[in-house]
């Protein structure tokens, strides 16, 4: 199936990273993101469209600047439009998705945002004469982009979510009479999003972009070995989401209509690659002995490395009483070097109890301060990682569920953003040091 024509084409992408709230933290690597996938965009092996042809915008663009561009934008093309956000999204009590702009108040998500709804009516109204229209969200909730409640949405709210069907407009509904058939009829519709409507989306520490938005990045610019010419939105649905599956991120989400993530494509670069198999093999002499591999263990300090003070404590840092504790409990021997040391927080206040968790030379170990296990770094892919959220005396708290041979500890509680920083490195220890 061919791209869609460049010539007649659209792009809006915005990043916002700066926020004036205590509440929300900074995303650099959400305005990084919209400027590198603007250029691939722009790139004739990828799509090729005109410079001229794609807006991205950062955080010093207001609202009502970005509805304006994404108006403009709708209106100006006549195939297909793409439409992308990141940054904070933010959830009102009815479950609504809110889009985060620099003002946005985490408290009152009516404040400094963009109701999702909103955008999508822009492109509806505006871009009527549109072939297809796409848009992204690598926000947390974005699952929720137009469901009317937080959860799995039925196949009935989906529908609602992102349909607005012909015969919803009356003017849409008169050029079909007037033109086409029921055959070649081909308007539709589809949402991307990073995560579901009850999860958050994951920027990994010092990351450039966000772990979505990453993903994304990647097939576009290096494409799917093994495909054809083209690649649909499904096809790279489908690719993010085992590959974040594979590592216990938080999966994303395709939302269609009218067969849009089929016929929404774009080129894939692997197609062209040249085949390996088929090239003859040469060897040359070695100028210089290969690097030898890293040790599990080297891999494990680098890895924690990533991870901020206040949820591991690293090497000399480590307290000789956190050390002896640790040590005792899970009766590891003074000849094992303690790489790491996690403990767990309850509303601000760390607990230095049995609640552990433990990075040796060779193995970690964790503790909820009844149950717990050990697993060496070899066996790490056997290890289940999940994070689940409770609420004791009215305070949210967050728990990173493991699960060995049979064995479920609940490490915890901590704040949700500590609990999916811990969540987010032991699923690399498990994926790098498998």
């Known amino acids: ?21 205590p509440d929300l933290e900074q995303l650099p690597a959400a305005e990084e993101g919209a400027v590198r ?13 005109a410079d001229t042809s794609v807006t991205v915008l950062d955080s010093k ?14 209106a100006d093309a006549t195939d297909a439009l793409v439409v992308y956000f990141a940054g904070h999204g933010l959830l009102d009590r009815a479950g609504k ?25 822009v492109v509806q109204h505006a871009g009527r004469h549109l072939r297809s229209w796409v848009i992204i969200l690598d926000c947390c909730y974005s699952g929720a982009a137009g469901m009317g409640t937080i959860g799995t949405p039925t196949r009935a709210e989906l529908a609602t979510a992102i349909e607005e069907s012909a015969s919803s407009d009356p003017a849409r509904a008169a050029e079909k009479d007037e033109t086409e058939s029921d055959d070649d009829y081909d308007y539709g519709s589809c949402v991307l999003t990073s995560t579901s409507a009850v999860q958050r989306s994951f920027v990994a520490e010092g990351a450039n972009y966000p772990e979505f938005t990453a993903e994304l990045i990647d097939i576009l610019h290096r494409g799917i070995s093994g495909r054809g010419a083209t690649l649909s939105l499904a096809d790279t649905w489908q690719t993010i989401k085992k590959r974040m599956r594979m590592r216990g991120s938080p999966e994303p989400h395709l939302f269609p209509h009218n067969g849009v993530d089929h016929r929404f494509q774009w080129h894939n670069r692997a197609h062209n690659m040249p085949q390996r198999k088929s090239e003859p093999i040469v060897v040359a002499p070695r100028q210089r ?7 599990p263990n080297t891999r494990a300090r680098r890895i924690l490395t990533d991870l901020p ?9 480590i307290k000789p009483r956190v050390a002896a504790k640790a040590r005792a409990l899970f009766h590891i021997p003074e000849s094992e070097s303690l790489i790491a040391v996690g403990r767990a927080e309850a509303h601000g206040q760390f607990s230095v109890g049995k609640r552990l968790l433990v990075f040796t030379e060779t193995m970690f170990y964790v503790s909820d301060g009844s149950a717990m296990f050990g697993c060496p770094y070899a066996e790490l892919s056997a290890v289940e990682i999940a994070v689940r959220s409770t609420y004791n ?42």
């Open 37 to 49: 996938l603007g250029s691939l965009l722009c790139d004739t092996a990828v799509w090729g469209l």
């Open 289 to 295: 002995p290969a690097p030898p591999l890293e040790e």
């Open 393 to 434: 005396a009215g305070f949210p708290e967050w728990y990173v569920d493991l699960t060995f041979r049979g064995n479920k500890v609940g490490y915890g509680p901590w704040g949700e953003k500590r609990a999916e920083l811990v969540r987010f490195a032991l699923s690399r220890l498990t994926t790098e040091l498998d």
């Open 61 to 74: 663009s207001s609202e009502t600047a970005v509805l304006k561009s994404v108006r403009d934008a709708a």
């Open 97 to 121: 998705l809110h889009l985060a702009f620099p003002m946005a108040d985490a408290d009152h998500p009516q404040i400094g945002t963009i109701p999702y709804v909103t955008i999508r009516e």
């Open 1 to 21: 199936m061919p791209v869609a024509d460049p010539g007649a084409s659209r792009a809006v992408l915005v990043g916002i990273g700066t926020y004036t709230s």
């Open 309 to 317: 003070t206040d949820v591991v404590t690293r090497g000399q840092a």
